[in-house]
């Protein structure tokens, strides 16, 4: 990597043709740049990927080739585009022809005032060309798409009506693997951006500009450059550092890098229970998914973010690095305040472990304006295991958006397990957990629910849990 005083030009691949980001300000929206560059398909609905008018796709790896994957170009800071290739709704039609999926939108009517049109397309677009896809599209991968005024019927129409991948130069790019981000090191109008691609270059730039700020994804610090102004003198990326992207279980641990995206850990995670992927699938929308990352996702320390209660039930931990050296940490002492971490300046999360075995009975439960695509009112994960007498010898009970942190219920806990050993889990353990919950727990009110509804749904969830431990046993 060049030096702090040097400049790169961040350049990648823009439907096939090469492009510079050279002397754009750092946080300049990849969406900003791509339609000053001609290419308005994609639109500014947002400004915080909810809508996916601003959808493009990226060639990312995946095992045997790469794909294309949905994403939101308003979440992208134009340097992060650096050794991506990128394709907008301009490079699909070819020869005046246009490709299968417009085809199929145009034919069932699936566009109005084509606003969103173009975003559609193009997450339909990677979900046709899926590797390994079987059977009818998925119409769930446009779920970060919004239409205000077509419906959505005709647009599933016609995702369900495409059959496989045509051949030609987008089926062709699959079988090569995706590019391979390099390190780099860009200024211009007063900020920097910095793109390390290992862990000690990361550290060590962090150690020497205390102002440094830390992205991932994007999914979260894009939307508070966005709709909040905030700027940032210095912006670090960890994309580029494998050692952060890996995933690997053993018989005692599972290791989840805290870069690795969200949709990344679901493919690769293939013995995950059911709660784990039931949780995964709960994490905003596709788009979103293809760039969240579960280091991300702890680090805002949002206490209605979705990755801290089912990791706090599973006892995870954190693994975190600075100059000084690494550490470990459990997940339930790492919130320390409202958005705050145990976290030093210079230091940064590496990895989310989780140690086996996973306990007998979790679920995950998630409550919402809307099922899907949406943030937390409350949201709650429980645990349990029993001995052979059928008494409880564990139990976690962990929620958020009840409190200034996510947080694990240890009074609920001792509730059910107690001084002298673990309890029959029924209606009158419920009823002291629930105790237990009304004495420890602090929601706050806002539009999302009242402190008094949030409190209310924490008691009910536990209810809940116990109804399907029994549907479960019967």
């Not at 119409?139 to 016609?158: K, Q, S, V």
């Not at 850990?265 to 596709?286: E, K």
């Not at 209605?304 to 706090?312: E, F, H, N, R, T």
Request: aromatic letters at 6%.
């Amino acid at each position: 990597m060049k030096a702090a005083n040097s400049s790169q030009s961040p350049d990648f691949l823009l439907n096939n043709r090469p492009v510079s980001v050279r002397g754009v300000d750092p946080q300049t929206t990849l969406l900003d740049y791509i339609r000053a560059q001609g290419l308005t398909g994609a639109k500014e609905g947002c400004a915080e990927g909810e809508c996916g008018a601003c959808t493009v796709v990226l060639v990312a790896n995946r095992a045997g080739g790469s794909e294309y994957r949905a994403v939101n170009s308003c979440l992208m800071l134009a340097p992060m585009a650096a050794g991506h290739e990128i394709y907008t709704v301009e490079a699909l039609a070819a020869g005046g022809k246009l490709a299968e999926v417009q085809q199929a939108m145009a034919a069932g009517g699936g566009s109005q005032c084509g606003y969103c049109t173009p975003g559609f397309v193009m997450s339909m677009f990677a979900e046709h060309y899926r590797p390994g896809r079987v059977g009818p599209c998925d119409p769930h991968e446009l779920g970060g798409n919004l239409c205000r005024c077509t419906g959505y019927r005709p647009i599933r129409d016609a995702a369900l009506s495409l059959g496989p991948a045509p051949s030609g130069d987008f089926l062709d790019r699959l079988s090569r693997p995706a590019p391979r981000l390099e390190a780099i090191e860009y200024e211009s109008a007063g900020a920097r951006f910095s793109r390390p691609n290992s862990i000690e270059k990361c550290l060590s730039i962090l150690a020497g500009d205390p102002e440094a700020r830390l992205i991932s994804g994007g999914t979260d610090l894009v939307v508070e450059s966005n709709l909040r102004s905030r700027r940032w003198k210095h912006l670090v990326s960890v994309e580029a550092i494998g050692e952060l992207r890996e995933f690997s279980e053993s018989a005692r641990t599972i290791t989840i890098g805290a870069a690795l995206p969200l949709n990344e850990i679901a493919m690769r995670w293939s013995t995950a229970p059911d709660v784990c992927r039931q949780w995964l699938q709960l994490f905003a929308s596709p788009p979103l998914r293809n760039r969240a990352t579960l280091g991300g996702n702890l680090a805002t320390a949002s206490p209605i973010g979705d990755g801290a209660p089912l990791l706090l039930a599973l006892d995870a931990s954190v693994r975190l690095a600075s100059q000084r050296g690494r550490r470990t940490i459990p997940l339930a002492s790492f919130f320390t305040g409202y958005r705050r971490t145990a976290l030093a300046p210079d230091e940064l999360i590496t990895a989310i472990e989780i140690p086996k075995p996973l306990p007998e009975f979790v679920r995950f439960y998630k409550v919402a304006k809307r099922r899907m695509d949406d943030i937390s009112t409350v949201a709650a994960a429980m645990a349990m295991d029993w001995d052979a007498s059928g008494r409880i010898a564990r139990a976690r009970f962990a929620f958020g958006g009840v409190a200034p942190v996510p947080l694990r219920v240890l009074a609920a806990e001792e509730a059910v397990i107690g001084p002298h050993g673990g309890q029959r889990w029924n209606d009158a353990a419920v009823e002291r957990v629930q105790a237990a919950l009304e004495k420890t727990l602090d929601p706050i009110g806002d539009h999302r629910g009242s402190r008094e509804y949030r409190l209310a749904v924490a008691k009910s969830l536990v209810a809940k849990f116990l109804w399907e431990r029994r549907e479960a046993a019967a």
